[in-house]
């Protein structure tokens, strides 16, 4: 049965190959063993029990925790031509009538149901004469107490297992790795000898990074302006909070929602929708917003505030990028949210042990804001994986992009201000002391006596309480954890002030662009939308992004290359396929692309054909070969980064436009690109193992190495 599997991936999902794990699973699911698979958030959990849904003789029962994530799942499921359907209580009763008929006269492959309908003793009866092959459980961390969305009725798959005549294979899925919630996910499920599959946590598409003491709404807003055709989420810690972000941003003319637990139903669903639908580009939220979301396309999720602990945040943060396109995930950390994470254990009536694990949990978290190491291996050795690099290339702590500011002076006159207050105010009080201000407070309270008392008038008052953030954020100043937050004066900043040491704060430099999109892809988005609408159905689910990019990219002529884009079923290409076919005929003709010329980049290999890679530059094009225009602008002194952007074509091509330059023997300094430790050891293992094959050096290298990397110094080892 196996050997279909892969028939099945292209022909309905459109995939060539299985992720990492995604086989193994499916094989042993299809053999008829218990499988419980641990992979993180966007890793392609749902091919996992999809694909033996379709190839089982009977139906497949999938239990998964909100409505809103089965109707995504089904929808989805019915968009690629397999039958499946779900019920849940939003269903009249006479759909749950027809949907149940359905189920027992076998119109359907797949059925999601919550776990609360296995509360029904009549659905149970009902549905206990049908051929079930495989119970799938999604999110099946909800089962244990320990896990962050804990949920009974999770408790009652067992006895509804146990009440079936045959049993039918059992596969349990979630991304939640701790021992606890696995053994308890194995035990209270009853699996039998399960297969347990970790498959790693590293999200290689994401880079994350973690500011401290920022103004968080003003870059917050910096951030959504250059971030204007891309969907993001922006996590707060209250209500209060979002609602404040929200005005700000609506303020600012910004397509944005809002989302949390104090709105209606109804307005919730409304603005999940319009999320959905690309009508808004950025949610703002609280944590009760995500889980049912199955949006693939978002491309940054930026938390106002830390989280309460690490697998909150993963969880959060990988709502980013779940179709493997690049996504940024950034953590905006001021020291007030270590005292708002320990209110809210406080007011917990967990028990005490519960409590210091908690506790244990904020601690870790709180060290990611503050290490200096790379976020990627803190995130992946705290989720307890080997990491056997110290630099991951691809985080913000890999690649500071800060400048360091001094600001000894003006720190050493805040300190002196908290000081002669007596370490009795907040931050507000200190700025309008040193500002000058004549706030009734500040002369009732005699501040205006002070010697410090308008020392930094001449400075911005907003800056003024930035820099003071950031001093706190980096210890030297502490806020006490009560109702009215008082700063005061820590050991840090004492011994500052003795040793007349410097201090320095992080600015961070521009806002990195994650990835630019060209002309063709937002027609294709905009070809996408119109689709969407008619169908009903959100964008994503008729084309992820990662399959337009690819279209924009690959601009493919006819039904076999469309069938080849990545996320292309044979369903999917009847649907559609022609409408985009055509706009990228037209968009081709227009910008006289010739269809001989147009670019091959689809892997590596591919991109390495000799033939001469002409692209649309203008007139210069006609003339220059497209690996000389990109040569000449490295030359003028622009990053493969900037060159690809500008050209409009990705960072693979302009690799191997530099690639081909070396193996001309035109001048490329390798140490321009690859990081001076590892030439030698590319090199010398391209003699060891006497190859020119890449994928062969590639796998005795370390797994950060890069296939460019490679052929750089492969053309050294061939011209030497
Ligand atoms: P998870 O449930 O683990 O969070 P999903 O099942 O939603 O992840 O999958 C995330 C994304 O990855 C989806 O867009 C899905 O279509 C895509 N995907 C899954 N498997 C593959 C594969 N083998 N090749 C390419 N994309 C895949």
New binding site residues.
């Given amino acids: 049965m196996f050997s279909n599997s892969k028939n099945i991936?292209k022909k309905y999902?459109g995939?060539?190959?299985?992720?990492k794990g995604?086989e193994e699973i499916i094989k042993d699911v299809l053999k008829g063993r218990d499988v419980l698979a641990i992979?993180?958030?966007?890793?392609?959990?749902?091919?996992?029990f999809q694909v033996p849904a379709i190839l089982f003789e009977g139906i497949t029962i999938v239990i998964s925790p909100l409505i809103s994530l089965m109707k995504d799942?089904v929808d989805?499921l019915n968009e690629l031509g397999v039958k499946a359907t779900y019920i849940n209580s939003s269903l009249t009763e006479k759909q749950t009538t027809d949907r149940i008929y359905g189920i027992l006269t076998g119109m359907y492959k797949l059925v999601y149901i919550a776990p609360e309908r296995l509360e029904s003793s009549n659905f149970c009866a009902l549905i206990k004469d049908v051929n079930i092959s495989f119970i799938a459980i999604?999110e099946a961390h909800c089962i244990s107490q320990w896990a962050h969305d804990f949920r009974t009725s999770y408790k009652k798959i067992s006895k509804f297992i146990e009440f079936l005549d045959t049993r039918p294979v059992i596969g349990a899925?979630t991304?939640t790795a701790t021992e606890v919630v696995k053994n308890d996910i194995i035990k209270l499920l009853k699996l039998n000898e399960p297969k347990v599959y970790v498959t790693g946590f590293d999200r290689k598409n994401l880079y994350f990074s973690v500011l401290r003491g920022e103004n968080n709404q003003e870059y917050i807003l910096s951030y959504v302006l250059k971030h204007k055709d891309s969907n993001g989420i922006i996590y707060a810690a209250t209500r209060k909070e979002t609602e404040y972000i929200y005005k700000f941003l609506v303020k600012n003319n910004v397509k944005v929602g809002l989302y949390h637990a104090g709105l209606s139903d109804k307005k919730r669903e409304e603005v999940q929708n319009k999320f959905a639908y690309d009508d808004i580009n950025v949610m703002v939220a609280t944590n009760a917003f995500g889980m049912g979301i199955?949006k693939?396309n978002v491309r940054y999720v930026i938390h106002n505030n830390m989280p309460k602990n690490l697998e909150a945040y993963y969880q959060e943060a990988?709502r980013a990028g779940?179709?493997?396109e690049k996504s940024e995930c950034i953590l905006l950390f001021n020291p007030r949210d270590i005292q708002l994470q320990t209110y809210f254990i406080e007011e917990t009536c967990l028990s005490i042990e519960r409590k210091t694990n908690e506790y244990e949990k904020l601690r870790s978290i709180t060290d990611y804001c503050y290490t200096s190491q790379c976020l990627r291996k803190y995130i992946l050795e705290y989720f307890g994986e080997n990491v056997n690099y110290d630099n991951c290339n691809n985080c913000g702590n890999c690649n500071d992009e800060s400048t360091d500011k001094d600001i000894s002076l003006e720190a050493k006159k805040i300190f002196s201000c908290v000081y002669r207050m007596k370490e009795k105010y907040g931050t507000h009080m200190i700025t309008d002391v040193l500002k000058g201000s004549k706030n009734k407070k500040v002369i009732v309270n005699g501040l205006n006596k002070l010697s410090t008392y308008g020392l930094m008038k001449e400075y911005d008052k907003k800056f003024i309480l930035n820099i003071i953030n950031k001093l706190a954020a980096d210890g030297y100043l502490r806020l006490t954890n009560d109702g009215y937050p008082v700063v005061k004066l820590t050991n840090r900043a004492i011994e500052a002030l003795k040793d007349n040491t410097k201090i320095f704060i992080k600015i961070p430099k521009v806002i990195r662009k994650i990835q630019g999109y060209g002309e063709l892809f937002v027609i294709l988005k905009s070809i996408r939308k119109e689709i969407s609408e008619t169908e009903k159905i959100p964008p994503?689910i008729v084309f992820?992004d990662?399959s337009l990019n690819e279209m924009a990219t690959n601009m493919p002529k006819n039904k076999k290359e469309f069938l080849n884009i990545?996320?292309v079923g044979e369903l999917k290409y009847n649907k559609y396929g022609e409408k985009f076919l055509k706009a990228i005929s037209v968009y081709m003709k227009e910008k006289s692309i010739n269809q001989e010329d147009s670019i091959d980049l689809r892997l590596d290999n591919k991109a390495e054909s000799k033939k001469e890679i002409l692209v649309n530059d203008g007139e210069k094009s006609k003339k220059t070969p497209s690996y000389i225009i990109t040569y000449e602008m490295f030359v003028e002194g622009n990053s493969l980064d900037k060159i690809k952007d500008i050209r409009n074509i990705s960072l693979q091509t302009v690799q191997e436009h530099i690639v081909k330059c070396k193996e001309e023997g035109k001048d490329v300094n390798i140490k321009d690109f690859i990081p001076e430790k590892y030439i030698n050891l590319i090199s010398n293992t391209i003699v060891e193992l006497n190859t020119h094959k890449l994928k062969l050096i590639k796998d005795a290298l370390p797994e950060e190495v890069e296939y460019f990397w490679i052929k750089l110094v492969r053309c050294t080892c061939e011209n030497n």
Wanted: include cysteine; proline fraction near 3%; glycine fraction near 14%.
């Fill in positions: 991936l999902f995939y060539d190959d299985f992720r995604q992979m993180p958030t966007g890793a392609g959990k749902s091919i996992c799942q989805n999604d899925y991304a199955d693939s990988g779940r179709d493997g994503y992820a990662a990545k996320g």
